[in-house]
């Protein structure tokens, strides 16, 4: 076998939880920021450009009475079809579109 083929794994066996408390959940991780918000930066151009992209395809979708594309034949799950992106020649971060075409 390589060198890598085998690597232990010493961590302890995770136990499902039979019940989750989403409030004592928030209450213990949830840290208050009173700051203000100059330390986000503004958005790429890129990012920009993805974004006219999409407001593009809205008003498409839009003017075609609320649907752009659709597929008849694949039934509608979150596995039906591969990783989409907005604009593949443009992006390969925005990723996990739930479908093969925006807004379909």
């Known amino acids: 076998q390589g ?6 794994d010493n961590r302890p066996a995770m136990r499902e939880p039979s019940t989750i408390n989403v409030s004592e959940f928030i209450e ?6 009173d ?10 151009e890129k990012t920009k450009k993805l974004w006219d992209i999409v407001q593009d395809l809205q008003m498409q979708e839009f003017r075609k009475g609320g649907l752009l594309d659709c597929d008849p034949n694949i039934p509608s799950t979150i596995t039906s079809f591969p990783a989409g992106y907005i604009e593949p020649e443009l992006d390969d971060v925005c990723v996990g579109l739930q479908t093969d075409k925006p807004l379909k």
């Open 3 to 8: 060198l890598f083929s085998y690597v232990p």
């Open 35 to 44: 700051g203000d918000a100059s330390f986000l930066a503004g958005p790429t």
């Open 28 to 33: 213990k991780n949830f840290t208050a920021y």
